[in-house]
Structures are given as structure tokens and as C-alpha cells.
């Protein structure tokens, strides 16, 4: 039996799967991820992505930092692709429990997935850090410069910043449901950024599934590992 058989076995025999991911998963949809030939470190900035969307970096060169964060972050044309699609039927089909991703993107959302954790949060929801109005990502990407609420301050994305904590409740529902999945499906993840690439550790299962273009670091832990696209891997359950 091959790897894409025996995920879709697994799969078949399970009504108890997460889905972990990262950006990875949204590539296929055009959104560069960090670490890929033509991800984000192999552009040229000034400064690397992890220093941009640092908190330090945001407080010291606002401006600089919402340069980068509309160019790069925002994806609006973005269509979610054949993985997302995938995982949202599987969701419907009550064999998925929850996607966990690590993607700012809304992608997930937008293919149909209702239990969806952000570990990192969303573009699609910013907030006026003196007086907590709600904007959308259009405001973002509208405002000239610095985006600025009706009251005078500036608007920050709902998007945890390199040294910025991880929602505590986001965190312990990504626990909950990874204790207790049957298999996991890990994909689209160097599986290098932490707290979240240690979620891995709380899974007690025997079918660890690991879908990447490129080897992760906890390759030798997985019980099976596809070696290559997520969205042409997932496709099958698109299938009828
Ligand atoms: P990463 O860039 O560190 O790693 C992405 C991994 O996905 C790489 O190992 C790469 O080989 C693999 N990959 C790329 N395309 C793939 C595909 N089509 N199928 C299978 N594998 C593929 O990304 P990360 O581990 O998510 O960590 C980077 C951080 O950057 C995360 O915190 C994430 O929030 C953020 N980020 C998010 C987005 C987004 O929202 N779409 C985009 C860029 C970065």
C-alpha cells in the first residue's frame, strides 16, 4: 500500500482527525510561506519576515512594518485550494474534529471549515489599540501609512508578532483536541515555529501523518510521511 492509500485508509476507518498546518497548506493558493526557494526569506527586504513581525520591530518602525504587512500579508485575491477544500468536507462529513493552523489567511474558513484555531489570529480582524473599534482587512490595506481608528489610534492587526504570547485558550483547545485525535495530520509546516510546533509532543495516537514538500525535523517520529504537495495529496477526498 502506498503513503496516499494508507492516508486514505486511516482516514476512512476515523471519525476522531485533526488537522495541524501551517503555511505550508496555502501556497497552492498563492500566498508565499517563509521558508520555500520563493518564500518570503528569499526576497529581498532590508530585514528578514521574523524581524519585521517582531513586536520590537512594529513598535520602533510602525510605519516600515505596515509596509511590509500590507505588501506581503494581506492576500485578498486569495481562493482557498484543493487542501482546504478537502479538510472542510472532511469536516462535514464528521470525521474531521478541528483544523489548527499556524496561516493568518482566513483560507480555512473561507473553503467551509467552521472549527477552525489561529494559533497566530487573522488578518481579517484588527483592532484599535486605544479604544478597541473592529476593523476589517480593507481598512488595513486602505489607510495610507499608519492605519488609524476614528479616535486618533493606530489599528493593529489580531496577529501574535514574533515575542508575543499565544492566546492562552486557543493554546489549550489545540491541546484538547490533538491529546485526543486518533490521527493527526500535520502539512505545509517546517515545524520550527514555537509554542506551536509543540503541540506535536501532547499526541498520544499511532498515526502521525506528515505532508510536506521538504523533510521537517520530526520526520522520524511520523508513522507515515507524503513527501510533497498538500493540496494534490488532499484532492483525493475531493473525489466522489
Ligand atoms: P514555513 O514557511 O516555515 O514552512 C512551510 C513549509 O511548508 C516548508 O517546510 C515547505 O517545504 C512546506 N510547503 C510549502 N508549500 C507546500 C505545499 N504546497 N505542500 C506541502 N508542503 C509545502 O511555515 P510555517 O511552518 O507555517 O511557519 C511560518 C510562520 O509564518 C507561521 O507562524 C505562519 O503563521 C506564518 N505565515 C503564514 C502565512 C499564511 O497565513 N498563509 C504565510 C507565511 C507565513
Known sequence: MDGKQKLKQWVEDSGNIVFFGGAGVSTESGIPDFRSVDGLYRQQYDYPPETILSHTFYERHT??????????????????????????????????????????????????????????????????????KFYDADHILNSEGIPLCQCGGIVKPDVVLYEEGLDYGTMQRAISFISGADVLIIGGTSLTVYPAAGLVDYYRGHKLVLINKGATPMDSRADLVIGGAIGETLKMFLEP
Not at 106 to 112: D, P, T
Open 63 to 132: 510605519g516600515e512594518f505596515f509596509r511590509f504587512y500590507k505588501n506581503k500579508m494581506i492576500c485578498k485575491d486569495a481562493k482557498p485550494n484543493a487542501a482546504h477544500l478537502a479538510l472542510a468536507r472532511l469536516e462535514e462529513e464528521g470525521k474531521l474534529r478541528a483544523v489548527i493552523t499556524q496561516n493568518i489567511d482566513g483560507l480555512h474558513q473561507m473553503a467551509g471549515s467552521r472549527t477552525v484555531l489561529e494559533l497566530h489570529g487573522s488578518v481579517h480582524r484588527n483592532y484599535c489599540t486605544r479604544c478597541g
